[in-house]
């Protein structure tokens, strides 16, 4: 048996669901727009050559083949919905095993590669999905995420570059997917950032939102809260809500190790929790992006739950928080917009100065709510 082939049964026979391998030439990208902002997100940056266009020898200059897993993660997340009396959050999808699942499969590929007297290297500045394609192993959707007939779009990518001899294909990136006229994707965006053809304005995407990226950074205005409906981090709306994803088979068995936390979590309880409260309900692939940008996505999922049940709790929270967050406090309870949220932001506004939290409270007060 082939090096190669050795290679692709020991990783295939772990549990890894796909094994694709490819040459080190340049990688042209599909057209996803990205702000010319240094500040700003901007994928691969380290290996960008041109516009969408991408060298994998600038991160290994020996390197001769580039190796692409993808790990199955339909059925790892345990949703539970929200209710009025226990609203909850959404992490998004596969969040707790998010790094987990892709480096259980890369390093299967490194230690077998290593053990075989070759070099490796683990890298987060290639395209995925793009590499996958050009594998041979499915194509890229409308919704911008790689697609495998019977895995649909939940695959979790990972990749390698080796300077070992393996035998490689090139199918191009050009992506010649079936969504056909199919727009679900565009219009489920909460965003608009999905655009024609798959194409995608990232600075206008949720995903980035949430972690203090795009266009928003630290403050959300309130025009656009809504839009962030329950996430806490990360979404997926165009995957959950693609047609080709709707049939899929939920694996049972996922071989890596991961977090035993809440892909739901109870958003009442974390409004007025500390940090040690955070770090112990929520997984650390949220945590690590900085519970300032947390426990801002609580208190505006809260708000976009309009759960009465939270009145109590965003009253003490605009009572007693610091600022960017007491001013939301008062925002949610403004959507709430009970008679109790409204009397708990009167009471409010004599008590709490500060301008921020003072115009939050009479944007909410002039707010056209339905009061009982």
């Not at 590929?109 to 007297?117: A, D, N, R, W």
């Not at 049939?247 to 739901?264: C, G, M, N, Q, V």
């Not at 929790?273 to 992006?289: F, M």
């Amino acid at each position: 048996m082939s090096l190669t082939d050795t290679l692709r049964t020991h990783v295939l026979s772990s549990g890894v669901s796909l094994v694709g391998i490819t040459d080190c030439g340049l990688v042209k990208c599909k057209p996803w727009d990205y702000d010319d902002d240094p500040d700003h997100y901007s994928p691969c940056r380290k290996a960008a050559v041109a516009p969408q266009v991408y060298d994998p020898l600038l991160l290994m200059p020996q390197a001769k083949a580039i190796v692409i897993t993808g790990m199955y993660m339909y059925g790892f997340d345990q949703l539970t919905l929200s209710t009025e009396e226990c609203p909850r959050g959404n992490i998004g999808p596969w969040t707790r095993g998010y790094v987990e699942a892709g480096r259980y499969a890369t390093d299967l590929v490194e230690g077998f590669l290593q053990s075989c007297g070759y070099q490796t290297l683990f890298t987060n500045e290639l395209p995925y999905c793009s590499l996958a394609v050009q594998c041979g192993l499915g194509q890229i959707g409308n919704n911008g995420f790689f697609y495998h007939e019977g895995m649909g779009s939940y695959i979790r990518l990972g990749c390698v570059l080796t300077d070992a001899p393996l035998e490689t294909v090139n199918h191009g990136t050009l992506s010649n997917n079936d969504c056909g006229n199919c727009k679900v994707c565009q219009r489920v965006c909460p965003t608009g950032a999905m655009g024609a053809q798959g194409t995608l304005d990232a600075d206008r995407c949720l995903h980035l939102w949430l972690q203090g990226e795009g266009l928003y950074h630290e403050g959300i205005p309130r025009e656009a809260r809504s839009m962030c409906m329950n996430y806490l981090m990360r979404t997926g709306r165009c995957l959950s809500e693609c047609p080709r994803n709707k049939k899929l088979i939920p694996r049972t068995e996922f071989p890596f190790a991961f977090e035993d936390k809440d892909d739901s979590p109870m958003l009442i309880p974390l409004v007025l929790a500390d940090d040690d409260a955070y770090r112990a309900a929520l997984p650390y692939h949220v945590v690590k992006y900085g519970l300032e940008y947390i426990r801002r996505n609580v208190l505006i999922a809260l708000g976009n739950s309009r759960s009465r049940a939270a009145v109590a709790v965003l009253a003490e929270g605009l009572r007693t928080l610091d600022p960017q967050y007491a001013s939301l406090c008062a925002w949610a309870l403004g959507e709430i917009g009970s008679v109790q949220a409204q009397k708990a932001l009167r009471k409010a506004r004599g008590i709490r100065a500060d301008p921020v939290i003072s115009d939050e409270i009479n944007a909410a007060l002039k707010a056209d709510v339905n009061c009982e």
